[in-house]
């Protein structure tokens, strides 16, 4: 699987947007860029996943570069309850893999 | 309804026993995973199980840890003469086999202390 660089850690307003990039140059084309959160003391949390179009569900948005080699995961209106480690993950969707988690970005909400 | 499950949700023990992580997987899924988490570390795949295929043991660290999924549901990770280094949190996911994202579901992770 394809290596992520994000930044180690963000803030972001409470209210505000919380955009986090994930660089994933080498991703190749049947690889996923998933995103994982990590809330203190609980297990990982699946967020969204998406190939190359924009995907939106309840939780957030993920925008994939046309090159794909970056993406960005937008929580619209941030609470002091994302404050976590969001891991971006880059996986080939071939079934049910383990996950390979690197060091995340630790997002700081605040009121 | 029920998630994933683990249980003890704390363990300490002494260098050298023997320990069993147990994990209650979310009913029908085929998949199932342990990970582990050391303090200021990343999570580390150890072991995956899918159906009734053979484990992928390929994270596993040394001869001494093991698992096992009984009747394609309940899992447990054991470890042998643990070790100091040992300690951590030791997670669970389950996973639905066929499913479209393929998503795992966590448990909430056993943390063991190795004294």
């Known amino acids: 699987d394809a290596k992520t660089t994000q930044p180690t850690s963000m803030d972001c307003a409470e209210g505000r947007a919380a955009n986090l990039p994930c660089n994933h140059s080498t991703i190749s084309g049947n690889e996923y860029v998933y995103w994982y959160r990590q809330i203190h003391s609980q297990g990982p949390q699946y967020i969204i996943h998406?190939?190359?179009n924009n995907e939106t569900n309840e939780m957030a948005s993920l925008i994939i570069t046309e090159d794909r080699k970056s993406s960005t995961l937008i929580l619209p209106h941030a609470t002091l309850r994302d404050t976590a480690v969001y891991y971006c993950?880059?996986?080939?969707?071939?079934?049910?893999?383990?996950?390979?988690f690197g060091k995340g970005t630790r997002l700081s909400v605040i009121a | 309804g029920a998630g994933v499950s683990q249980s003890p949700s704390n363990k300490v023990t002494e260098k050298g026993k023997d320990v069993e992580l147990r994990c209650d997987p979310i009913?029908?899924?085929?998949?199932l995973y342990w990970y582990r988490q050391s303090l200021g570390q990343g999570l580390e795949f150890l072991i995956y199980?899918?159906?009734?295929?053979?484990?992928?043991k390929s994270g596993l660290p040394s001869d001494r840890f093991s698992a096992e999924r009984t009747g394609g549901s309940v899992s447990t990770l054991t470890i042998q003469r643990t070790q100091q280094e040992d300690s951590a949190v030791y997670l669970c996911?389950?996973?639905?086999?066929?499913?479209?994202?393929?998503?795992?579901?966590f448990g909430p992770g056993t943390r063991l202390t190795v004294t």
């Open positions: 009913s029908g899924h085929t998949a």
């Open positions: 993950i880059v996986r080939r969707y071939s079934g049910n893999t383990p996950l390979v």
């Open positions: 996911a389950s996973g639905l086999a066929g499913g479209t994202s393929y998503e795992q579901y």
């Open positions: 199980f899918q159906g009734n295929s053979a484990p992928d």
């Open positions: 998406g190939l190359k």
